[in-house]
């Protein structure tokens, strides 16, 4: 294989978290999408070479961006090269999160960068509105509807269709991002009276806080446009 060889698509392995179920999900929404089967790795090099990644990630951000700085900045680099160059980015939970500038979980640590904003923590005296009395865990998690919201990073979304019919997928995270620019978030998630951040989106780059390797069906599907859209 040539060194300059492009690959279908690349699955970024962070180093955090079990990415089996992630991986078993995008070989299914790949082959659904007809599109090759994708290349696990955490070699920067591997990765400059995509022409779509898939950026998932479990844990803190400190960690995810002790990988991005690892070996003198190499995957950094190579992800931000990628995206600059117009290549497809789809990140999921720590792989949206990672898109922004800095995280209140993690000061002095740098993200991205993509996105003006700040990850903020989930407050821990959130109230259900149905039931006032009864105050809502931290982390967010369980199943939960993002509501697509007007604007382009809405639009951007709605052309993947699997998030246009208000269907339920699986969050878990205690953190959520605060984009400076409203325009590329995308959805948005209800947590009591707090409105989460659920997906943002502008050109090349999509990303989702919740999970869709554990969001069954809708997941799948959502995984299945995504590729299908890449690959067009």
């Known amino acids: 294989m040539s060194s300059l060889e492009r690959l279908p698509l690349v699955l970024v392995d962070l ?88 995280s209140e979980e993690a000061p002095g640590a740098r993200g991205l960068g993509h996105f003006a904003g700040r990850v903020v923590r989930i407050p821990a005296d959130l109230v259900d509105e149905r039931e006032p009395e009864r105050h809502l865990k931290v982390p967010h998690m369980g199943w939960n509807v993002p509501h697509l919201i007007e604007g382009p990073a809405g639009a951007r979304l709605r052309r993947l269709d699997a998030l246009s019919h208000a269907r339920h997928f699986y969050f878990v995270h205690s953190y959520h991002a605060c984009a400076d620019d409203p325009q590329v978030v995308g959805a948005l998630a209800s947590y009591g009276c707090l409105e989460i951040t659920a997906a943002v989106a502008k050109d090349n780059v999509v990303a989702t806080q919740f999970h869709p390797e554990k969001s069954q069906r809708a997941g799948l599907d959502l995984l299945a446009a995504v590729l299908e859209e890449a690959a067009a």
Do not use: W
């Open 15 to 102: 180093g955090l978290g079990n990415l089996a179920s992630v991986h078993k999900a995008v070989v299914h929404a790949a082959h659904a999408a007809g599109v090759a089967a994708p290349v696990l790795s955490a070699d920067a090099d591997v990765i400059a070479r995509a022409e779509r990644v898939i950026v998932p990630g479990q844990g803190a951000f400190r960690d995810g961006a002790a990988a991005l700085d690892a070996h003198g900045g190499a995957m950094r680099a190579a992800l931000g090269e990628l995206i600059a160059r117009g290549a497809p980015y789809f990140g999921i939970c720590l792989g949206l999160q990672l898109l922004f500038t800095e």
